[in-house]
T-cell receptor, first 113, second 116 residues
């Protein structure tokens, strides 16, 4: 069965510091991995995805994520956090013949001034 | 493009009432879906559609009906509302219907539903 885990419910970081939001997955076959962000009282917005190729994926708003096949991880990173990055972040995975994305439970990121 | 639109933004129902949540997209996307978002449970797929006239169940379909008569519209009907259906509902669409799912999903702003 496919699954995705976001081991941290909440991440706190000071503005200007690097941030990491963790995601690990379990699938049969090649994984296709996504990060979405949800700002308060808004719908989800796409940040980035890994389909194939370079393991380091760059996305919107200065975010990037590294696909690590051996550790089955796809952690989201940003070199310097902004207060405006405070939001709920979701990791999702799909593989094989499944039409349904599998979603993590979300990680709440708080960036403190 | 307006993207994905949802109406209403807020709704309060009494137990047993029925209603329809509207979803429309103007991007000519074939794939559309409905999710509910509950605290601590993330996003759960209710129903999805891979094109006009084609719908299928997701993880939590009970108590909900959908239809897809046009490419643009994908309404979600609550047949007899229950307090357990209090949630935030999101509609999403994407261009491709292929598997595996590799394309970006576009989400509407959501409908916050309370069932008393």
């Amino acid at each position: 069965a496919q699954s995705v885990a976001q081991p941290e419910d909440q991440v706190n970081v000071a503005e200007g510091n690097p941030l990491t939001v963790k995601c690990t997955y379990s699938v049969s076959g090649n994984p296709y991995l996504f990060w979405y962000v949800q700002y308060p009282n808004r719908g989800l917005q796409f940040l980035l995805k890994y389909i194939t190729g370079d393991n380091l994926v760059k996305g919107s708003y200065g975010f990037e994520a590294e696909f690590n096949k051996s550790q089955t991880s796809f952690h989201l990173k940003k070199p310097s956090a902004l207060v405006s990055d405070s939001a709920l972040y979701f990791c999702a995975v799909n593989a094989g013949n499944n039409r349904k994305l599998i979603w993590g439970l979300g990680t709440s990121l708080a960036v403190n001034p | 493009n307006a993207g994905v639109t949802q109406t209403p933004k807020f709704q309060v129902l009494k137990t047993g009432q029925s209603m329809t949540l509207q979803c429309a997209q103007d991007m000519n996307h074939e794939y559309m879906s409905w999710y509910r978002q509950d605290p601590g449970m993330g996003l759960r797929l209710i129903h999805y559609s891979v094109g006009a006239g084609i719908t299928d169940q997701g993880e939590v379909p009970n108590g909900y009906n959908v239809s897809r008569s046009t490419t643009e519209d994908f309404p979600l009907r609550l047949l007899s509302a229950a307090p357990s259906q209090t949630s935030v509902y999101f509609c999403a669409s994407s261009y491709s219907t292929g598997v595996p799912r590799t394309d970006t999903q576009y989400f509407g702003p959501g409908t916050r539903l309370t069932v008393l």
